[in-house]
């Protein structure tokens, strides 16, 4: 027998007891909601309400008891819930096509300026690897590969979090 995983949803004070299955089955539900409303103004606000009805099923089950939760009994609650899919399709482009990716310094866990996160953004890299490559073409160039990084500073534009630059980039493109 395995041993029990807690489990905390937003909403609820009291961790829910859980195999790792029923774990691993509620992650995959609430990453596939993530995604199919990634370009949702709301997605974070709905992916919370879902956890919070997902935590409301869960009190009543476990309520009965310190039984914990299985993957089983967990693949019934999620399938009660359904599918998630966007409230409202967003509109369609005049053009057809999507903003696309764009050059910005990003917000979320910057270390200096949020530029090599930006450009990790853009490019789908691992930050780590560009802030290693930074580094080292500085340190290679004498510290001149700083002044084009301090100017890319001063000109590109910030976006808060890594999300925000995923839905602007899949933003349809208006005329």
Same mark, same amino acid.
């Given at each position: 027998?395995?041993?029990?995983?807690?489990?905390?949803?937003?909403?609820?004070?009291?961790?829910?007891?859980?195999?790792?299955?029923?774990?691993?089955?509620?992650?995959?539900?609430?990453?596939?909601?993530?995604?199919?409303?990634?370009?949702?103004?709301?997605?974070?606000?709905?992916?919370?309400?879902?956890?919070?009805?997902?935590?409301?099923?869960?009190?009543?089950?476990?309520? +009965?008891?310190?039984?914990?939760? *299985? &993957?089983?009994?967990?693949? /019934?609650?999620?399938?009660? @819930?359904?599918? #998630?899919? %966007? !409230?409202?399709?967003?509109?369609?482009?005049?053009?057809?096509?999507?903003?696309?990716?764009?050059?910005?310094?990003?917000?979320?866990?910057?270390?200096?300026?949020?530029?090599?996160?930006?450009?990790?953004?853009?490019?789908?890299?691992?930050?780590?690897?560009?802030?290693?490559?930074? +580094?080292?073409?500085?340190?290679? *160039? &004498?510290?001149?590969?700083? /002044?084009?990084?301090?100017? @890319?500073?001063? #000109?590109? %534009? !910030?976006?808060?979090?890594?999300?925000?630059?995923?839905?602007?980039?899949?933003?349809?493109?208006?005329?």
């Amino acid at each position: 027998m395995t041993e029990p995983i807690s489990i905390r949803l937003t909403g609820h004070v009291a961790a829910f007891p859980a195999t790792s299955e029923a774990r691993d089955a509620l992650r995959r539900y609430l990453d596939d909601a993530r995604s199919a409303l990634r370009s949702d103004p709301d997605a974070d606000e709905i992916v919370r309400d879902l956890e919070c009805a997902i935590g409301d099923r869960l009190s009543a089950f476990t309520g +009965l008891g310190d039984a914990s939760v *299985t &993957g089983a009994q967990m693949t /019934v609650i999620l399938a009660e @819930l359904g599918p #998630v899919s %966007p !409230a409202r399709p967003s509109p369609p482009s005049p053009e057809g096509r999507s903003r696309g990716r764009f050059w910005c310094r990003i917000d979320e866990g910057k270390w200096f300026g949020g530029l090599c996160l930006g450009i990790a953004a853009y490019g789908g890299f691992r930050v780590d690897w560009v802030r290693t490559v930074v +580094l080292l073409l500085t340190v290679l *160039t &004498g510290g001149l590969l700083a /002044v084009p990084y301090l100017v @890319l500073l001063l #000109v590109l %534009p !910030a976006v808060p979090t890594v999300a925000d630059y995923e839905r602007q980039r899949d933003a349809p493109r208006y005329a």
